[in-house]
């Protein structure tokens, strides 16, 4: 037996409601250009959106002019999607909150997660949506997830209940002390002064 390894999420679809709906959310709301629109192949009497969510990959949406929004909060049983999240910078996210309330859009207000902030509100069919900024920048070569495992492991090591700033820049510079070469034969801290 052997796995089926992926490499990436390709697209995400959701259920919408009506076409103009869908684009003034995803473009008109979270700025995705709307990239791509052919009917569902599966279903002719539905619309089929593309929008890119700003890293190249989809997020797609199905839409039907007879579907109206309803804001109500959708499933959360086992099985439904809980949130999506999207990656927004620093810069953007200290802005969301006064962009969202200049909608008239609730939202959760900034989130203190250790290794990022997030800022949660429902799209305008109850769907659960989270924006999310990391704290820290990888070292060169290395990608998000390459902190975080470091990261991880320092917090369990330290008997730490979740990662925090601190594991954040100790994972940075455990990853480029074994990924980037020196010429020095010691690389621990010293003091010059």
């Not at 100790?170 to 480029?176: G, H, M």
Request: glycine share 8%; charged share 25%.
């Amino acid at each position: 037996m052997r796995k089926i390894q992926s490499q990436g999420v390709h697209h995400i679809t959701l259920v919408g409601a009506d076409r103009q709906t869908s684009i003034d959310f995803w473009e008109g709301v979270l700025g995705m250009p709307f990239i791509f629109d052919q009917p569902n192949l599966d279903d002719p009497n539905e619309g089929h959106l593309y929008f890119d969510p700003g890293d190249g990959r989809l997020i797609t949406i199905f839409t039907n002019e007879e579907r109206k929004p309803d804001p109500r909060r959708t499933s959360t049983e086992p099985g439904s999607v809980h949130h999506i999240a999207f990656n927004v910078s620093q810069a953007s996210f200290w802005q969301v909150a006064e962009r969202l309330d200049d909608r008239g859009i609730k939202h959760s207000g900034p989130k203190d997660r250790g290794f990022m902030d997030s800022i949660y509100f429902n799209d305008p069919l109850g769907l659960l949506i989270e924006l999310a900024s990391y704290r820290f920048e990888p070292p060169e070569g290395c990608r998000h997830a390459d902190v975080m495992i470091e990261a991880h492991r320092i917090r369990v090591a330290n008997g730490d209940p979740h990662i925090d700033r601190e594991h954040l820049a100790d994972a940075i510079e455990t990853l480029v002390a074994h990924r980037h070469q020196s010429l020095s034969d010691d690389r621990s801290p010293r003091d010059p002064y």
